[in-house]
């Protein structure tokens, strides 16, 4: 049993600052300070911050002036023009949050070429294409970022070492580029690089390493429905000068000497593949502790291979940054059977605990869930109970009794299943597809009938993930409600089947080799006049506040909109999937644009009211992130669409300011 560790990692300056108002608070109180006194304010990792809160204390921009934010420049990068010849339009999702150093803007495009920009003028400062061969066989095209080393004010880190900035690639490579030259720096791994295919199989990355010390962690991506022995979920760590190995992680356990074997139960059960971390990895340098979020194993919704708990899988695992050892590990799913991928970066900060500041991490899951634990620890700090869950009636299946439920924060996203149409006509089609599907509520498990799972492995949050505004202490995401409808076939009557069910044979396929069923996916929408039409009631997208010290929604409002509003002049008040995420800034502000009706918007932090919005010429399925240079702040959104969702595409980086 973990207890409580006694020390919290605060300064004496933060003791004697803390009679005020909360330690975090203040912290970020005296940023804002200095961010308002200095000409430069930088954005140097993905979320701001290696914990990815997201949150910048720049107020240049506020509540009294948002809507007379105007264009400053456009930058094009041409991307599309490398899609010749290639299908890669139907995959590729330009989802990179830039990040700003020296004045330099630095960030990646779906095909992992990383561009320098100046973050003043948006002018070019150097490319480097790493050449991925497009014709492969690759799940994703997309990558979300770069990471810079040394990472600002990490006393761990070499000194007196020119900056590098690290980009990990589709085709499973981890690179080190000159900051300011793009060049591969000679000495890193084999000229510049290091295969992170070798050994492990054929891999991607699409989120930006963490940055630790001395030490680039990486995890992988893969698509994880094809069989049942997937590629090794493994999470590495790299010496940042040289690229020598320093640990390997897998979060499946392969002897009986590790830890978690007995969770892993069958004959073939340490043979299971994924359970992988394709999503950010938070970086605490001052606990040498990294955060990784797991992801279900392979095959996503069949586990009659795999029974019992599965530990690593589906959880958020500390490890010590130096040893790569575990330190403690939560886990958000039992035997997971839904693809709930622990898909949003776990977000660190600091929680008032009974008036006492306690280093925490939250996080937010595609259930809806919010768990806040300790940092140091893995304790929750907001009470979570195992609740009763339905059983699986497929043959060779056992889904596991319980599943952890936060117990005082409300739960986000679709958690109920309606029938839902515009019309009288569009309810009774809804009505008449939902009637054949299982559904028993929360973790209703796959079904040789069908069965409706909801929120589903792209409701709740995703890989946007959250942001957490100290001033404020709210948590502000933003969240999905589209429920899934699955089915598993046995293999041997597949074909008959599908012979007899139109819906089910253009249904995804994921063929999960190894086992005894192919599984068939789709999702409760209709198209309807050239958009989306959800056929559960909306909103299906919105942006959410939780205040955590109440345990309360503090606000929701809808995001977007998925339909014609001359058709649908209600539609926006329906909300839009959305992928990417928010950011919160000491200017009272949320800024997020994510949502399929390619808009960048701001609301208030206070109570979600919309602020300002400005169209962007293609959408944007990204993190947006702000910075000051030359005593001007700056908001920029990476809009360039997503092939799979079938959004506007392009290749747009932009940036607005005051005029």
Known sequence: MNVYATRYGFTKKSVRLNFTCLLGSLLFGLSIVNAQTSSTVEWPAYGNDGGGMRYSPLKQVNTANVKQLTLAWTFRTGELDTYKGTNATEKAAFEATP??????????????????????????????????????????????GVSVWPAPN???????????????????????????????????????????????????????????????????????????????????????????????WDPIPRTKADAGYDTWQGPYAHQSGAANAWSLISADPERDLVFVPTTSPSPDYYGGERLGQNLYASSIVAIRASTGKVVWHFQTVHHDLWDYDNAAQPL???????????????????????????????????????????????????????????????????????????????????????????????????????????????????????????????????????????????REELSGTLRNNEELLRAETGMQAGTPYVMKRSYLFQPKDGGLLMQTPPPWGTLVALNLQKGTLAWEVPLGYMLDLGKYPEAKQWGSLNFGGAITTAGGLVFVAASFDGHLRAFKTEDGSL????????????TPMTYQVNGQQYIVIAAGGHGKLGTKLGDFVMAFKLP
């Open 348 to 490: 660190l900060f600091t929680f008032n605990q009974k008036g006492k500041p306690v280093p925490a991490v939250a996080v937010g899951t595609k259930m809806g869930h919010v768990f806040i634990l300790h940092r140091e620890t893995g304790v929750p700090l907001l009470p979570i109970e195992e609740r009763p869950v339905p059983k699986s009636t497929v043959p060779g299946e056992v889904t596991h009794l319980t599943q952890p439920f936060p117990k005082t924060l409300p739960l986000l996203g679709l958690q109920k299943l309606e029938a839902w149409g515009p019309t009288a006509e569009d309810k009774a089609t809804a009505q008449h597809r939902i009637e054949p599907y299982r559904y028993e509520g929360a973790f209703t498990p796959p079904s040789l009938q069908g069965s409706i799972i909801i929120p589903g492995n792209v409701g709740g949050i995703h890989w946007g993930g959250m942001s957490y505004d100290p001033s404020s202490g709210l948590l502000i995401t933003n969240v999905n409600r589209l429920a899934a409808l699955i089915r598993l076939i046995p």
């Open 611 to 622: 602020q300002w919005e400005a169209p962007l010429p293609a959408s944007a399925q990204a």
């Open 154 to 248: 990490d006393k761990q880190a070499s000194a007196g070492v020119a900056k590098r900035i690290f980009v990990a690639t589709l085709d499973g490579r981890l690179m080190a580029l000159d900051a300011v030259t793009g060049k591969l720096i000679a000495s890193f791994g084999k000229s510049g690089s290091v295969d992170l295919r070798q050994g492990v199989g054929i891999i991607s990355v699409t989120s930006p390493p963490a940055v630790i010390g001395n030490t680039i962690v990486v995890g992988s991506s893969m698509g994880d429905n094809y069989r049942f022995n997937y590629e090794r979920g493994v999470v590495r760590a790299y010496d940042a000068v040289t690229g020598a190995l320093r640990w390997s």
């Open 99 to 144: 990040i700003m150093v020296d004045g330099t803007l630095y960030f990646s495009t779906p095909t992992s070429r990383v561009f320098a920009i100046d973050a003043a003028t948006g002018q070019k400062k150097w490319v480097y294409d790493p050449e991925v061969y497009l014709r492969q066989e690759l799940s994703e095209i997309t990558s979300r």
